[in-house]
Nanobody
Framework: QLQLVESGGGSVQAGGSLKLSCAASGWTANLPYNYYYMNWFRQVPGREREGVAGIDLVGRTTYAEAVKGRFTISRNNAESTLYLEMNSLKPEDTAVYYC????????????WGQGTRVTVSS
């Protein structure tokens, strides 16, 4: 059972930067970390959760339009860690950020972290 723990959230002023991390544990030799697609999502209270960025098994990345050019997703498979580098932050980026994992053979993101809060003030 994969476990995910996010860290790195906090409060910054608009234009600032933060780097989120998501440490994974519980992977096995038969199902190693690099068998999982990894994504970052975010959610504001009262609104639906939205996808922010994703990275596949070979490092190809996708981004939501709202964060393109400002956010960078990356993964370190040797350390079983996912990152989200966020630059030029805007107040509308304020949310709880979650990392999630989807095994290559699954259609669903079955594993989620507890979330880390990001607050951007104007």
């Amino acid at each position: 059972q994969l476990q995910l723990v996010e860290s790195g959230g906090g409060s910054v002023q608009a234009g600032g930067s933060l780097k989120l991390s998501c440490a994974a544990s519980g992977w096995t030799a038969n199902l190693p970390y690099n068998y999982y697609y990894m994504n970052w999502f975010r959610q504001v209270p009262g609104r639906e959760r939205e996808g922010v960025a994703g990275i596949d098994l070979v490092g190809r990345t996708t981004y939501a339009e709202a964060v393109k050019g400002r956010f960078t997703i990356s993964r370190n498979n040797a350390e079983s860690t996912l990152y989200l580098e966020m630059n030029s932050l805007k107040p509308e980026d304020t949310a709880v950020y979650y990392c999630a994992a989807r095994l290559y053979s699954s259609d669903n993101f079955d594993y989620w972290g507890q979330g880390t809060r990001v607050t951007v003030s104007s």
